[in-house]
């Protein structure tokens, strides 16, 4: 199974910092990777796919980077609404599907 | 509107059996595989099972494999989760999500939309 690394696990900001979580992987998977958030309680929600392309309907301050084995999703300027858990996730392999541990933006 | 909603979930004692159901609508079913997720209390996400959109593949995690079933009614727009010889570390809140991309495209796809998820507890 390809093995997924998200650091860090957890971070500390505020409204309009920055953000920057990175997922490497075992094994080179080309742009087969994908990103979610998730909120307390709730489903996860897709936000970038293959990499680098934003789903539709999600805010232009999240962008994807990245290819073979080093990945990073950006958070332009940090919004309220934004804190919550980062999953990374393959699908480069054939199944399992792994996801990262997660990174878990804190105020 | 693109839905998914899981339901069946409660509580079980180790050993028994418990069936979840995706309910799907707003899509053409019939051309979309379907994944089961699950997440553990306070753990991250692990994929557990998929049925391609024919239903002429399914996949499981290796923790399942043997005591889990996944199967689909195109007719009914669902996707069914049979799940035997429960065992503790089966607790979980399980998600359904679809493909991104219809005809089970794999490596080019992602899971969207995911359901509300439905708590299965197993304990004794």
């Known amino acids: 199974d390809i093995q997924m690394t998200q650091s860090p696990s957890s971070l500390s900001a505020s409204v309009g910092d920055r953000v920057t979580i990175t997922c490497r992987t075992s094994?080179?998977?080309?742009?087969?990777l994908n990103w979610y958030q998730q909120k307390p309680g709730k489903a996860p929600n897709l936000l970038i796919y293959?990499?680098?392309t934003l789903q539709s309907g999600v805010p232009s301050r999240f962008s994807g980077s990245g290819s073979g084995t080093d990945f990073t999703l950006t958070i332009s300027s940090l919004q309220p609404e934004d804190f919550a858990t980062y999953y990374c996730?393959?699908?480069?392999?054939?199944?399992?599907?792994?996801f990262g541990q997660g990174t878990k933006v804190e105020i | 509107q693109v839905h998914l909603a899981e339901s069946g979930g409660g509580v079980v004692h180790p050993g028994r059996s418990l069936r979840l159901s995706c309910a799907a609508s707003?899509?053409?079913?019939?051309?979309?595989?379907i994944h089961w997720f699950r997440q553990a209390p306070g753990k991250g996400l692990e994929w557990v099972a998929v049925?391609?959109?024919?239903?002429?593949?399914?996949y499981y995690t290796d923790s399942v494999k043997g005591r889990f079933t996944i199967s689909r009614d195109n007719s009914k727009n669902t996707v069914y989760l049979q799940m035997n010889s429960l065992r503790v570390e089966d607790t979980a809140v399980y998600y359904c999500?679809?493909?991104?991309?219809?005809?089970?495209?794999?490596?080019?796809?992602?899971?969207?939309?995911w359901g509300q998820g439905t708590l299965v507890t197993v304990s004794s």
């Open positions: 049925i391609w959109y024919d239903g002429s593949k399914k």
């Open positions: 707003g899509f053409t079913f019939s051309s979309f595989g």
């Open positions: 999500a679809r493909d991104g991309r219809s005809g089970s495209n794999f490596p080019d796809n992602w899971f969207d939309p």
């Open positions: 094994q080179s998977i080309s742009d087969y």
């Open positions: 996730q393959q699908t480069y392999s054939t199944p399992p599907w792994t």
């Open positions: 293959s990499a680098s």
